[in-house]
């Protein structure tokens, strides 16, 4: 099996649950935040409406609560060390699918979660080339740890690579990550609501300290991200680039944090560059050499901005908080 070229060997996408930027990082200092909404309560008393219907009525349906820095220390933490991006946006304007299904392969033929009643054209499998089948044509790994949207795409359904959350932390540790890594919070500490912040926050932190035990931390980037808005309101409109059959908004959706975790990060930076999930994608075409999946990556930034594989190697965070 061919190791990557370069310096990085392994990418970790961390996918976490429904929160927007200003939910989590309206205060952050220096980041394009509104501070002024109204504390939320931990877990979260609701899950907010959040399929496309919703996202188009958000100036008025959004809820209008953050959490602070106690909430969530450890991702406050890591926007202060490495990079925090204030300008990504979530791919689709809705929930859950749709999103992670750009995670993986910069597409999606749904803009709302799949239901039994649809019609058979939008029912899971869908035949989508993807990042996963381009890495094995490369040679290289790929694992998808406790994610269901990568069985929603028929070339992965089934794959021994799928498997459950609780194993990442065993690869890590043991210093066997692949090539590129999906993780998913599992049940309770996802962030999805009504599940707690604080938990899902500390089990993140404890996924980075297996990467460090591992002895993995010199060669591998983590972004952190959560997969869509979830309900909660941000103050910034996202641009229109694309629509739906419907001549509704497509993409992009709302912003949500991004944490950008390495030794080649830059130290205690905000990027203001805009960035999406398919942004994610094009950092591991360009990092290992793989091609374009279609014109959305193909358009994408990779993600450049937020590196100086120049400098001083940054320090491996601390242990989990």
Same mark, same amino acid.
């Given at each position: 099996?061919?190791?990557?070229?370069?310096?990085?060997q392994h990418v970790v996408i961390i996918v976490k649950e429904n929160h927007a930027f200003d939910n989590y990082f309206g205060r952050f200092p220096g980041a394009d935040g509104d501070p002024n909404l109204s504390l939320a309560s931990d877990p979260p008393s609701a899950d907010h409406p959040h399929d496309h219907a919703a996202w188009l009525k958000r100036a008025t349906g959004a809820a209008k609560e953050q959490y602070a820095q106690p909430n969530i220390p450890n991702y406050w933490r890591y926007a202060q060390q490495y990079t925090l991006c204030d300008k990504y946006f979530t791919e689709v304007a809705g929930p859950s699918t749709p999103n992670h299904l750009m995670l993986i392969a910069a597409d999606s033929p749904l803009i709302n979660n799949p239901h039994y009643r649809d019609p058979i054209s939008q029912q899971p499998p869908f035949n989508l080339p993807s990042l996963p089948a381009n890495l094995e044509k490369a040679g290289l790994t790929w694992r998808n740890y406790g994610g269901y949207a990568h069985g929603y795409i028929a070339a992965l359904k089934g794959s021994k690579n799928n498997v459950t959350a609780d194993q990442f932390a065993k690869d890590a540790a043991a210093g066997k990550l692949p090539t590129v890594s999906w993780l998913y919070g599992?049940?309770?500490?996802?962030?999805?609501?009504?599940?707690?912040?604080?938990?899902?926050?500390?089990?993140?932190? #404890? =996924?980075?300290?297996?990467?460090?035990?591992?002895?993995?931390?010199? %060669? @591998?980037?983590?972004?952190? !991200?959560?997969?869509?808005?979830?309900?909660?309101?941000?103050?910034?409109?996202?641009?229109?680039?694309?629509?739906?059959?419907?001549?509704?908004?497509?993409?992009?959706?709302?912003?949500?944090?991004?944490?950008?975790?390495?030794?080649?990060?830059?130290?205690?930076?905000?990027?203001? #560059? =805009?960035?999406?999930?398919?942004?994610?994608?094009?950092?591991?075409? %360009? @990092?290992?050499?793989?091609? !374009?999946?279609?014109?959305?990556?193909?358009?994408?930034?990779?993600?450049?901005?937020?590196?100086?594989?120049?400098?001083?190697?940054?320090?491996?965070?601390?242990?989990?908080?």
């Open positions: 099996m061919p190791k990557p070229k370069g310096p990085i599992p049940k309770g500490l996802s962030e999805h609501p009504v599940e707690p912040v604080k938990a899902g926050d500390h089990w993140t932190a #404890t =996924q980075i300290d297996a990467i460090v035990k591992g002895g993995l931390w010199p %060669t @591998t980037v983590v972004f952190i !991200t959560w997969d869509d808005w979830g309900g909660w309101y941000d103050h910034v409109n996202p641009p229109l680039i694309e629509k739906w059959t419907d001549g509704s908004q497509f993409r992009f959706g709302s912003r949500v944090g991004c944490l950008v975790l390495s030794p080649y990060a830059k130290a205690g930076n905000i990027s203001h #560059t =805009q960035h999406s999930h398919v942004s994610l994608v094009k950092f591991c075409e %360009t @990092t290992f050499g793989l091609p !374009t999946i279609n014109a959305r990556d193909k358009a994408a930034d990779d993600m450049s901005d937020c590196f100086d594989f120049s400098q001083k190697l940054l320090s491996a965070p601390g242990a989990a908080l």
